[in-house]
């Protein structure tokens, strides 16, 4: 079943979860996002179902080459999760009620918390390519809010508060495990913009002046949906070119992904951790 402008967005969310249900009927405790080049944390994951994105009704299409396009349902680290194998992005065309919708999927097979991951460039002039930033607070510069529209009262209420998108408890469990691990770690502020085309000089010195740490193009708005829905979130970027004065220059697809391929173990690392830890 594909879209149908008669059907409700309640009901297409409806749809999705009694496809994923009827193939997988256990609860799942946590939602994992993975970002370009970053979707070797897959291989940890004891499989237990793998789902094409064009099979579940209403799910949009991966478009970016990096992304396979796959749901995966399995055991990681002895609990059950469900992971994206390659995310949606607001410059692919969809609107941003269709890139978050797998969160509300999601939250429907029963995930108690939402694990996001992206490639980042490097505002902060301390930051390197191959190192990570655990994100603890957002700027968000999208023209379009996830939220606009309607309200899904079901699933939450009109005025989220947003002022810790991201749990901090679980930021300081993820220092924490990167400090044990002796992994080099950040945290800070991610700034989101629509993309695909990458910044200006002048736009990335805006940028760093504003606050920011480190600038992609997702992420936040499947943070601000997660936590419409009262969902902890955790967040984690590869930073995989940077963006602060005489470290700017031209910036290949290829480039990126072998900085994300640099970041992606420690990463990986620092989720399996994380879900390790969590409600034992």
Known sequence: MREEA?????DKIDYAFEY?????DQPLQFGIILGTGLGQLINNIEIKLEIPYEEIPFFPISTVESHKGKLIVGQLSGKSVVAMQGRFHYYEGYSMKEVTFPVRVMKKLGIQYLFVSNAAGGLNPEYEIGDLMIINDHIDLFPENPLRGKNL?????????????????LVEKGLQIAK??????HQGVYAAVQGPNLETKAEYKYLRTIGGDAIGMST?????????MEVPVFAISAITDLCYPG????????EV?????????????????????INN
């Open 6 to 10: 008669n059907i409700s967005y309640e």
């Open 20 to 24: 994923i249900h009827q193939l997988y």
């Open 153 to 169: 009262n079901q699933y939450g209420v009109r005025f989220p508060d947003m002022s810790e998108p991201y749990d901090l408890s």
């Open 180 to 185: 044990d691990n002796k992994l080099k770690i």
């Open 220 to 228: 936040i708005p499947e943070v601000i949906v997660a936590r419409h």
């Open 247 to 254: 470290k700017i220059k031209k910036v290949k697809l290829e």
């Open 257 to 277: 992904l072998a900085g994300a391929a640099k970041a992606e173990p420690g990463m990986s690392l620092i989720i399996r951790e994380l879900v390790r830890e």
